[in-house]
């Protein structure tokens, strides 16, 4: 029956478009996905604020949140907010703790502050300057996924990334993470489903393990 039907909320990754979901596949009898969209920040809004009109989004009760990499810290946001049925973590960060040191140092530097991410919101004119097909290919794979090129965006985006203060991680949430994340070292520790050959990108590269495996997590039942 409809009511029987666990709404599913993705959150992507920072500036991403929610089609990186789009080869996510679950049991229409079980299920229903939602995408969520990013929002351009208001002037000086605080994390907490954001995640707040980020909920404001949601149209149903307990539902299931699930987040990739900034998109992960921002659900963890909204479920101190919210009462959720299950949240999941993907590719990201339990705490501040598991920030990777290049982050750490840039945190200390400040250096969000000088970030040239005005270079995000052109990128054709950054593929001019590629010295090489790899990045000109890695260029145009952003592109197809990049949803949000607004500066102040990205610099809000990048400052909470950095700032974000978490202790510890929440309770009973899911984490999973791959093995071979070059963006987050260091969150394979603890509780955590670990998956063989993931990367930073493996909501796209990895989307059989997830369609296969996330029913049963979701469940409660792996």
């Known amino acids: 029956m409809e009511q029987d039907i666990i709404p599913i909320y993705l959150m992507p990754g920072m500036a991403a478009k929610p ?12 299920f229903k996905i939602y995408w969520l969209e990013w929002m351009i920040p208001e002037t000086n809004e605080s994390f907490e604020h954001y995640a707040k009109r980020m909920i404001e989004k949601i ?11 900034f998109g992960g810290v921002l659900v963890q946001e909204m479920s101190k907010h919210m ?3 299950k949240l999941i973590v993907v590719s990201s960060i ?11 140092v840039a945190k200390f530097m400040k250096a969000y502050k000088f970030a040239p991410t005005q270079l995000l919101s052109n990128l054709d004119v950054l593929k001019k300057y590629a010295f090489n097909d790899t990045i000109a290919k890695r260029i145009d794979l952003y592109k ?3 949803a ?7 610099d809000w985006a990048l400052k909470e990334m950095l700032l974000w203060d978490q202790e510890k991680p929440i309770a009973d949430t ?11 070292t260091n969150s ?13 990108i493996m909501i796209v590269t990895k989307y059989k393990w997830f369609n296969k495996n996330l029913p049963a997590l979701i469940a409660g039942s792996n």
């Open 188 to 200: 394979c520790q603890g509780n955590c489903v670990v998956v063989k050959g993931g990367t930073h």
């Open 144 to 146: 197809t996924y990049l």
């Open 94 to 104: 339990k705490s501040r703790h598991e920030l990777p040191k290049r982050m750490k």
């Open 19 to 30: 089609t990186i979901f789009e080869r996510i596949r679950l049991p229409e009898d079980q």
């Open 174 to 184: 899911i984490y999973i993470h791959g093995d071979n994340d070059a963006i987050f």
């Open 83 to 85: 009462k959720v049925r």
């Open 148 to 154: 949000v090129n607004d500066k102040r965006y990205l």
């Open 59 to 69: 149209t149903h009760e307990n539902p299931v949140l699930l987040g990739v990499s």
